[in-house]
């Protein structure tokens, strides 16, 4: 049909043609008074800011920064803090690599380990160090985070922290107080 349409015989006669319906144009109205009478109407048409308003414009921004905030310190959180998690059973049978260790008692996050007083005196400082990293990386591993080695007379030989190391605090007669991190 299209092809009809283009074939000269099918085009209508000039004479049918019409031409578009001329528009009048529009009155020109100068921009001032356009502007005056948006600005009247305006001012007849002004709203008072309600309570509701103005609790919303203060409100908003103390929303936004309350949530900048909690985001910052659940970042801070996440990325700062030691994961918490809960420590792993432990026993006597857990530091059989260990066989100075005669007791231990296990109260989260902390382990008490006894040693033989005579047994202490008699292992050289590198050994009394050797035991206790052997002992607070089994505590470490089962998510402690402190090992204290008690005498069995109830005298605190040494401790481990995750925090701060090893420290002897009573090496006996012939050692030197040492601190390992």
């Known amino acids: 049909m299209a092809q009809d349409m283009e074939h000269p015989r099918n085009r ?11 528009r009048p144009e529009p009155e020109t109205v100068p921009t001032d008074e356009i502007i005056q009478e948006l600005s009247r109407d305006l001012d007849n048409t002004a709203v008072e800011p309600t309570d509701a308003h103005i609790q919303r414009g203060i409100m ?8 900048l905030l909690v985001v910052l310190l659940g970042g801070w959180t996440f990325l700062v803090q030691e994961p918490v998690l809960e420590p792993g059973a432990l026993n006597l049978n857990s530091f059989r690599a260990t066989p100075e260790i005669l007791q ?9 380990a006894q040693i033989s007083i005579n047994r202490w005196m008699k292992l050289r400082p ?44 009573h090496p006996g007669p012939d050692s030197v107080n040492v601190q390992l991190h």
């Open 104 to 112: 231990v008692q296990v109260t989260p996050p902390d382990v008490v």
């Open 60 to 67: 908003q921004p103390m929303v936004w920064t309350m949530m």
């Open 126 to 169: 590198a050994s009394r160090i050797r035991l206790m990293e052997d002992a607070s990386r089994i505590a470490s591993t089962a998510g402690y985070s402190s090992v204290t080695f008690n005498g069995t007379d109830g005298t605190m030989l040494a401790r481990w922290r995750r925090t701060d190391g090893v420290r002897l605090l």
């Open 12 to 22: 209508p006669a000039l004479d049918d043609y019409q031409a578009p319906a001329v």
